[in-house]
Every structure is written in structure tokens, then in C-alpha cells.
């Protein structure tokens, strides 16, 4: 299945958000063996000029930059929304809750993942996600 989705999005680019910079580089290495282009940003204020540049098919954020109360995830929902509603949106935090989830996807993301989440089964989502996007 990876490889099917592989063929139509290798001109694709990625944004990765995250405030660890060991799941930046890992996560980065894995979809660019995919062939996708791929940006990562350390905090919101970033990501947000990135998009604000740049044209992404998906974006994979983690809900807190900053420290155990962050919900920055959910602002920078709110200005891919804004700014890029074509783009697929997948929000990950290793501090889930129901109440999270449902608020995550009512404001517009494609997926909430609990970390921690092998690299295989978070491309296997996005590339199916990207595939219905289409």
C-alpha cells in the first residue's frame, strides 16, 4: 500500500511540528525516503511562517510546544484552516483524552495519534489519508 501511495505524492511536501528534535529527525528521514519534501518547525510561530510560504499536502503537528499544559497544536489547527484547508492534518500528543480528540477533530484535523506511534503505522494513515484527499 505505501508504495502505491508513494508513486502519486512523490512532488508532495511535508510539514513535521515538534518540539523534539530526535522525532524532527526521524520522522523527516522516513517520509523523505518516501520521496517527499519535507520541512520541520521547533514551535508554532514557525510552522506558521512556513505555511504561510509554502503549499503542503500534509502536515503532522504535535498538539504541545511547549511544555505539559500546551494545546499549541490547537492554535495552529486553527491557521492551517485559515491558511491551507486543503491540506491533510494529523495532530499527535502522547497526552490524549477523549475530550482532546473530539475537540481536535471538530476544528478540522484528519487524525489525533497517541504517541508514541511507529513511523510505519504513521505513514500507513497519512498515505491513506492523502489518498482520499485526492
Known sequence: ?????????????????????????????????YGFRVDCAREREEAEALVSTCRYSLV???????????????????????????AVVIVLTAYGSGEL???????????????????SELARIAFGLLGSAA
Open 1 to 33: 500500500m505505501i508504495g502505491t501511495a508513494v508513486a502519486a505524492t512523490e512532488t508532495r511536501r511535508i510539514l513535521v511540528v515538534d518540539d523534539e528534535e530526535t522525532i524532527l529527525d526521524a520522522t523527516s528521514s522516513y517520509f523523505a525516503s
Open 60 to 86: 503532522i503537528a504535535d498538539m504541545r510546544l511547549t511544555g505539559v499544559h500546551g494545546r499549541e497544536g490547537l492554535e495552529l489547527l486553527g491557521y492551517l484552516r485559515e491558511r491551507c484547508p486543503w
Open 101 to 119: 480528540e473530539r475537540e481536535t477533530l471538530r476544528r478540522g484535523a484528519h487524525a489525533f495519534l497517541e504517541k508514541p506511534l511507529p513511523l
